[in-house]
């Protein structure tokens, strides 16, 4: 067996194994929840500028193990790894190859450099990938890239919004569909189209979230309303599905969701109201920021179908996000906050 080339940054302690009366998840070494791209896939794309990989606790600042598996399927690391702001996501920038295989030890029994913020090294992760071959004409190609949307060239919106659309397409690009799926036949187009809408059924895994994303590439009409439910259910929950269709609906254009749009501008998570005001610009044109009485007022007096309703809605039983009165200074509150640190 050829001996492993390992990549570690060295952190010097040790950590004595819990007792068993003090299992717990604090205690319990940290794993490796999810990979871009994902472990064993067979098709990814060769152009992928960078490798990131999400732990289940944070983890140590400059401290990580990326060791080869063999000299064949080395990555070729070409810039500076480092963690994202979450303290979980190791980012390590690569240049890759079409038509090849890679692997990659994520920590290992020698090399344990990933290590969460108390020093215990996180279980040794196998990742392994294939890169797509240059299309040979026989396939379907998914066409080049779509760039992300840049903030900057999408009229109508105001500097923060365009602050807070480039920051989530960079922190959550995993997650967007970039292709625009030339050289796409029909019916290929149509059967991906159906199951991606299948998959929004559930389980919310990382299946369910790309759906959504590409549903909004492929500017699927019948993604409008399962995605409108997502959107506007009335529960208190994980609001990544719910923001992630408010910017889909922002892309697909059908303007009948914009009065359910409207009151998502008050929404207690920030992603959910932002990219509701982001999806309000992009559908009509108009830009009345977080002013959700104002879009209301708007909609109506153009004629707008469905009507717009002023009732309030409750989004959270929490007393300063249920009371029409106080929510407005505590989403600000909130919104200068984020700002304040984004623009740092």
Known sequence: MKDLVCLAITVFGCLSLAAADELSLESAPAVVIKTVPPAGSTTVDPTLKEIRVIFSKPMQDGSWSWCTWSEESTLAITGKIHYLADGRTCVAPVTLKPGKFYATW??????????????QPAVPYLLTFETARAATGAAPS??????LPAAASQPGLNERQRAFVDWTEHQFRSLFD????????EEQKADLEARSLD????????EYYQAIGTLAALHSQQAVAPLLAMASERAEKDCRDRWMAVRALGMLGDKSVVPDLVHLVY?????????????????????????????GKWWNSQGGRPEFKAEFI???????????????????????????????
């Not at 998914?142 to 760039?147: C, E, H, M, N, R």
């Not at 920030?270 to 959700?292: C, E, K, M, P, Y």
């Open 267 to 295: 929404h207690g998570n920030i992603n959910t109201r932002w990219w509701a005001q982001v999806s309000l610009v992009r559908l009509t044109g108009q830009n009345f920021a977080h002013d959700w009485q104002a879009w």
């Open 314 to 344: 409750a989004w959270y039983q929490d007393p300063t996000l249920s009371d029409p009165n106080r929510v407005s200074k505590t989403l600000s509150e909130a919104d200068e906050k984020f700002f304040a640190e984004l623009m740092k």
């Open 178 to 185: 970039l292709r625009t799926f030339a050289g796409w036949s």
């Open 199 to 206: 998959a929004l059924k559930g389980p919310q895994n990382q």
């Open 142 to 147: 998914a066409g080049p890239s779509a760039a």
């Open 106 to 119: 994520l920590n290992t029994e020698q090399y344990q450099n990933f290590r969460d913020i108390k020093g």
